[in-house]
């Protein structure tokens, strides 16, 4: 405190106490609209990711370098995003939700091919980027806008707009074929309807009515689909075929014990018996390497981004603010469990990557998109007034 403060405190004039330098950086995250937290875990995430994915990619510099531009490509859409009000989001739904499907209609009919599968859109010598990963954020922010508008708990007709909406993209994404995306898009539609308050009586009738549901699914399944089922229930049935990508998988992680084999020391990721190693199966890589302690590691930043994303969720004081925070951070939960689950054999493998571990450019984007949506809804509930 300077002098000419202590004068004036002596004359009777309010003394303005000096700012500290927590004050000045926390100025500094309320004008970016950013949480300082979550924007901390992800990056020790994201730096974390880039150090297995060198060592996954088979120590491929440029793959790390195409990886780390796209987490600036999404760092910089989080920022925009997180300085629109949800006013405007909410305005915004029903375009984003019209043009993703539409861009999922173009799929259906000039989709780019790879890897046996449809996908891709692509603008030749600009972008090569998947529809349905728009999906997963575009669905959630239409039903919440929908049933922000609605009387709650919702009503039998409101549930059929929700299915028709929920319907039409995900069996275009199902048709590419995509399973682990249309899985996550049903969960991301499904978390903003229970958040809407359902009663467990209708919740149980779901959970029946999906469970009738299963033949009819395994009746239009293809045959890899299939295939991955019976062999989750057993790979050894095919242990040079199907059963492959679980049985080294698991091995990879097992050998890696407590504290790993070391950077860059994994038997069966450097010596290419793993397949997909820097997409759907890094967790193996991280597991072989790091051992256990690395990968519960990991796993506890995911931890504290969840429990931050859901108390920013529960924070929220609109209703299409709480369904869609909501959403966003439970299906950032499946996101990891699913891919975690499936890695370790006890879940089908349905080729969903690990959240800003796994390579992939429009998943990450997306992804870090809806953190920017997250804390969009976070900072501008301080400034409403009080």
Known sequence: MMLGDITRGLRGYPVRPPESGMSRRKSIWTKLRIDPWIMLLLLVLMSAGLLVLYSASGQRIETVIAQATRFG???????????????????????????????????????????????????PGVVRFQPSELMKLAMPMMLAAYLSRRELPPKWTDLVVCGLLMAVPVMLI?????????????????FVILLAGLSW???????????????????????????????????????????????????????????????????QSQLEFLPERHTDFIVAVLGEEFG????????????????????????????????????????????????????????PVVGVPLPLVSYGGTSSVTLLAGFGILMSIHAHRRLLPR
């Open 201 to 267: 009586r209708f919740i149980a009738f779901l959970i029946v009515l999906a469970g009738a549901a299963l033949p009819v699914l395994w009746i239009n399944m293809h045959n890899y689909q299939r295939q991955r089922v019976l062999t989750f229930l057993n790979p050894e049935s095919d242990p040079l075929g199907a059963g492959w990508n679980i049985i080294q998988s698991t091995t990879a992680i097992g050998s890696g014990g407590l504290l790993g084999k070391g950077w860059l020391q994994g038997t």
């Open 73 to 123: 490509l999404g760092l910089v859409v989080l920022m925009v995003l997180a300085r629109l009000s949800p006013a405007t989001l909410l305005r915004w739904a029903p375009l984003l939700y019209g043009a993703a499907l539409a861009m999922l209609v173009a799929v259906e009919v000039l989709g780019d091919m790879g890897m046996g599968a449809q996908r891709w859109l692509v603008i």
């Open 174 to 190: 199902a048709r590419q074929p995509d399973l682990g995306t249309s899985l996550l898009v049903i969960c991301a539609a499904v």
């Open 292 to 347: 256990l302690v690395g990968m519960l590691l990991v796993l506890t930043l995911y931890l504290l981004v969840i429990i931050r994303g859901l108390w920013l969720a529960n924070a929220a004081q609109d209703c299409f603010g709480r369904l869609l925070a909501g959403s966003i951070i439970l299906t950032f939960f499946i996101y990891i469990f699913v891919n975690v689950g499936m890695v370790s054999g006890i879940l």
